[in-house]
């Protein structure tokens, strides 16, 4: 009997790097500062409040947009942080995770020939859920080594099936930020050009040497044409819980929910109980990103006499180095050596590239122990 041919919808996707890489270490043995995670715990107040809304019954189907409380108050927070008015009832929904945020948003919005700008280097998630929906990514680079967005080279790019513009900032992998010349770019594009924009956000309160998170909706231009994401496994050090959200305006928001609801329905409720519990103490969300320019100032510090050199980082918590002055290996090369022969693991760069530039320069998440960065920084010291 023959198989039936699967007809891959994405032949060209394997798996991805952050699952490819935390098996590796695990294989290994080594330090994993490879996919982005803390491994420190979730604050214990977290922990004891979802304990409490679980053995208080809240382990039903949350409402399909999230439940009003979380809403609530992250408006309130939007509102007091940004000075953004979203209506919680019909402008914010929660999530499982950015991921699905992103996949939703995408798949709400773009249909077959539509296509969608992406600026270079990004996250993987964004290109596949363009292409399953039929939809066509065009990839535009940043300058190198400062990573900064050529808005002309933006502009060249939209065409009359322009759909989609999506940014990111703080910018997984390289830790830069939109500045206010970037705001100003992009609200221009958008007052020239039809076209809407996914601001994936997720690492807005890790920004660092008092730089500032310029947060895209809080112009108003730039926000009637765009879905704001974001998350809450970030700011909360549970990545593993997948919570996260999405606020837009709501003739967009109408159009997201209506792939959320048959996408997943709802977002896991004593966890949204808890996170809406850990909302109302704004100095958590205040005080992150010192916590972690402490760790980068830490991790760099340690490897300050190492051949491994920082570029960028203004925010996340990943370090970019370049690795130029101990290897001529190419990125994934020397992830691999380093994963197998030195016991670190690392995330090469080029992988979010579609077109895998190599500029000998890998990824180290420091949301870890000073005792895990210690370890990391004696292996990159003996390199
Ligand atoms: N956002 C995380 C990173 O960049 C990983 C997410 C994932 O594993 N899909 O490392």
Request: with cysteine.
């Amino acid at each position: 009997m023959s198989s039936v041919d699967v007809h891959s919808k994405l032949p060209h996707i394997g798996t991805n790097i952050f699952t490819t890489m935390s098996g590796l270490a695990a294989q290994y043995n080594a330090v994993n500062l490879a996919q982005g995670f803390p491994d420190f715990d979730v604050p214990s107040y977290l922990i004891e409040r979802v304990s409490h809304h679980m053995l208080t019954g809240k382990n039903q189907y949350a409402p399909m947009a999230g439940i009003l409380s979380l809403r609530e108050k992250l408006a309130t927070k939007y509102a007091s942080v940004y000075g953004i008015p979203f209506d919680p009832v019909e402008e914010i929904t929660i999530t499982c995770g950015a991921t699905e945020a992103c996949f939703s948003a995408i798949t709400a919005l773009i249909k077959a020939g539509d296509e969608v700008i992406i600026i270079e280097p990004a996250f993987d998630c964004y290109e596949p859920a363009i292409v399953l929906n039929g939809g066509k990514p065009v990839f535009v680079k940043t300058t190198y080594p400062d990573f900064k967005i050529n808005w002309d080279e933006v502009e060249a790019a939209i065409t009359s099936r322009t759909r989609l513009l999506i940014l990111n900032s703080p910018h997984n992998p390289t830790g830069t930020l939109f500045t206010k010349e970037d705001v100003t770019a992009l609200r221009e594009l958008l007052q020239r050009h039809d076209i809407l924009v996914l601001s994936d956000e997720v690492y807005e309160h890790m920004v660092f040497d008092g730089a500032h998170h310029y947060c895209l909706a809080a112009d108003p231009i730039i926000r009637e044409k765009t879905l704001t994401i974001g998350s809450f496994g970030k700011t909360y050090h549970a990545t593993g819980w997948r919570l996260g959200f999405c606020a837009a305006p709501a003739h967009l928001m109408k159009e997201f929910r209506k792939v959320h609801q048959f996408n997943t329905f709802s977002a896991v409720t004593p966890i949204q109980h808890a996170v809406s519990d850990m909302l109302d103490d704004s100095d958590w969300h205040h005080n992150l990103s010192s916590f972690f320019q402490s760790k980068r100032n830490y991790f760099l510090n340690l490897i300050k006499h190492s051949g491994f050199k920082a570029v960028a980082t203004q925010g996340t918590y990943f370090q970019l180095l370049s690795y130029a002055a101990v290897s001529d290996k190419k990125e994934t090369d020397m992830a691999e050596w380093m994963v197998k022969e030195m016991k670190l693991a690392a995330i090469p760069v080029s992988v979010f590239y579609q077109d895998k530039t190599d500029q000998q320069i890998l990824r180290f998440c420091f949301a870890k122990k000073d005792e895990t960065l210690q370890q990391a920084a004696e292996i990159l010291c003996k390199i």
